[in-house]
Nanobody
């Protein structure tokens, strides 16, 4: 069974940092695109940062320069380093995984990130 398990969310003050982790199992991790989406209250789920299996990255414009996605194929994990957090970053963050041929991605259960003073 495919499992994507996020951790690292929490409450942080504006300007602070968090590092999210996603541990994957049940997938051929090294050939999957891995990354993060988020969903804020009243909004659609949106791409935050994704790294393809070959290492190319895609970031939402709103997080460029502040967030960094990375992956560790040996440990089957993907990370999201979030710096200079803003209140508008508040959302549930979901780990994302997709194969080169799969149409429907896999999703983690989500981890809450709240940026507030």
């Amino acid at each position: 069974q495919v499992q994507l398990v996020e951790s690292g969310g929490g409450l942080v003050q504006p300007g602070g940092s968090l590092r999210l982790s996603c541990a994957a199992s049940g997938i051929a991790f090294s050939i999957f695109a891995m990354g993060w989406y988020r969903q804020a209250p009243g909004k659609q789920r949106e791409l935050v940062a994704v790294m393809a299996s070959g290492g190319s990255t895609t970031y939402a414009d709103s997080v460029k320069g502040r967030f960094t996605v990375s992956r560790d194929n040996a440990n089957r994990a993907v990370y999201l380093q979030m710096n200079s957090l803003k209140p508008e970053d508040t959302a549930v963050y979901y780990c994302y995984a997709n194969s080169p041929i799969r149409i429907t991605p896999y999703w983690g259960q989500g981890t809450q990130v709240t940026v507030s003073s």
